[in-house]
Each structure stands twice: as C-alpha cells, then as structure tokens.
C-alpha cells in the first residue's frame, strides 16, 4: 500500500495560480501534481484562477519512479 505525502504550502505573493506554485517547488513538469491538488484541497478550484495571498494547501509529493534512468549522453567530439 503506497502511502502519499503531502506538503503544505502557503500562497506568500500576488498573481500566484495553482500551476504557477507547482512549478516553483518541483521546477518541472509533474504530471498529475495540479489534479492531485485539486483533489486534496476541495473548494480550491471555487477560490479562482489567482489564489488569495495566505491561502494554505497541500501539494502531493511524487513518489520518485523505479524505473528512472539516468539518460545517455552522445558526445560527437
């Protein structure tokens, strides 16, 4: 059984959305993360496209994948 970790962030700035908030904490595209907020914070998608200054949330952390591997550098020189 899997269990998930959650992290709590707060909105600490002006013009923040959701997916804006997302890419500061992993600084990548995380497939699933913005659905998976939107599900362990109901009534967050009522609160609008920017969120309010001092709004608290839960943000999923990933589990790294098992099959992740380093990708193969070519060098032509």
Do not use: C, H, Q
């Not at 002006?14 to 990548?28: C, Y």
């Not at 362990?40 to 309010?52: M, R, W």
Request: glycine share 8%; net charge positive.
């Amino acid at each position: 059984m899997t269990r998930t970790v959650y992290e709590i962030m707060t909105v600490a700035g002006d013009g923040i959305t959701l997916p804006l908030l997302i890419w500061r904490r992993f600084k990548r595209p995380v497939p699933g993360v913005l659905e998976a907020t939107l599900d362990a914070n109901p009534g967050l998608a009522d609160l609008g496209p920017v969120l309010p200054l001092g709004t608290r949330l839960r943000i999923p952390i990933p589990a790294p994948a098992a099959e992740e591997r380093p990708t193969e550098r070519i060098s032509l020189w």
